[in-house]
């Protein structure tokens, strides 16, 4: 392609890249691509082919070729990672095309940081980080999977257990130089990060996440380091670990077993408000007159604020929490422990 053509494409504007390409595409492939698309990038790609005129064969070309190598990298990133990516594109275009690319694809698509270590297993990544500081522990479990995160948190020493699981909780907004510099220790060749902006991971719904994942012993360690030292973000976690739509991961003799605990007209205030589902489960585990009695409640109570539900859900959750520490109930969260003998 003439260096001319070059500096015309690289002159264009994302959304007019996305419309030459749609042109060449054609009408039935861009309908396609056009379904998964939001009603105003429907409307701003419109607009922008209405208003394309003229577009050389070469441009075109370019354009598509461009579309083409990005759509590669993207799928050897997800392969393998940056690295891998930019050692195969090296090879098929050149080291200086394969830096242009990725460049391109990392500025569009913000790659997390540490995707290079998604797909390492757990027990490498374990013995890889064990012995840093807690704060780079937390930062790296941040942002990987609940599952890989929890397989790491279940083996770390228990001292260093409660301790990682506060920094994620108290996380909030970390900058990205911090999170280049970690990444560098973690792999070498791993490309500088691409969103500029401070990146928010972290904080009570993550630990959350990994703590209904850990088995059960690692989770009580945690959460009773927390109770002593920090009370109201252990209560805040525990509030979150478990809502009132889990229920439905409760058997039924534990479903009648909490039910026995609730007063019927808290019973069918919480229930205003919950999903088919949920109002389900709980009525085939009534009897059926009171699963009726129940209904005819709902039925005549009229309308409810939604913060009297969600009281009414919270009441029960916390029944629920109660007999789970007393041992009348098993909430399966994962793990290894859930054998009941």
Do not use: W
């Amino acid at each position: 392609m003439a260096a001319n053509e070059d500096s015309v494409i690289a002159d264009l504007s994302g959304v007019e890249k996305a419309a030459i390409l749609l042109i060449a595409l054609g009408p039935e492939k861009s309908a396609i691509i056009f379904k998964h698309l939001k009603e105003d990038e429907i409307e701003q790609l419109t607009l922008e082919i209405a208003n394309t005129r003229s577009i050389s064969s070469q441009v075109k070309e370019g354009v598509v070729d461009e579309f083409y190598e990005i759509c590669l990298a993207q799928q050897y990133i997800s392969e393998g990672g940056i690295g891998y990516a930019t050692d195969l594109l090296e090879k098929a275009l050149g080291a200086e095309k394969a830096r242009d690319v990725i460049g391109r694809l990392t500025a569009s698509l913000q790659v997390r940081p540490f995707e290079f270590i998604r797909k390492t297993d757990a027990t490498q990544l374990l013995n890889f980080i064990q012995d840093e500081h807690p704060q780079t522990i937390a930062l790296i479990l941040a942002y990987l999977p609940s599952s890989q995160a929890a397989a790491i948190v279940s083996s770390l020493a228990q001292d260093k257990q409660a301790d990682v699981a506060k920094r994620i909780a108290q996380m909030d907004r970390t900058s990205p130089d911090v999170i280049k510099e970690v990444e560098k220790v973690l792999e070498r060749k791993l490309a500088s990060l691409v969103n500029q902006d401070y990146t928010i991971v972290g904080g009570v719904d993550a630990i959350v996440e990994i703590l209904n994942t850990v088995d059960r012993g690692t989770e009580k360690n945690i959460m009773e380091t927390l109770d002593i030292e920090e009370p109201e973000l252990a209560d805040e976690i525990r509030h979150k670990m478990f809502v009132f739509e889990d229920i439905l991961s409760l058997d039924n003799r534990s479903i009648q077993r909490v039910l026995r605990e609730v007063d019927n007209n808290e019973l069918a205030i919480s229930l205003k408000g919950a999903n088919e589902d949920v109002q389900n489960v709980i009525f085939e585990n009534l009897s059926s007159r009171l699963a009726s009695m129940i209904k005819e409640d709902m039925e005549f109570m009229g309308p409810v604020r939604m913060k009297d539900v969600e009281d009414a859900q919270q009441r029960i959750v916390n029944i629920i929490r109660k007999l789970e520490e007393s041992g009348d109930i098993v909430i399966s969260r994962g793990g290894g422990d859930e054998i009941i003998v």
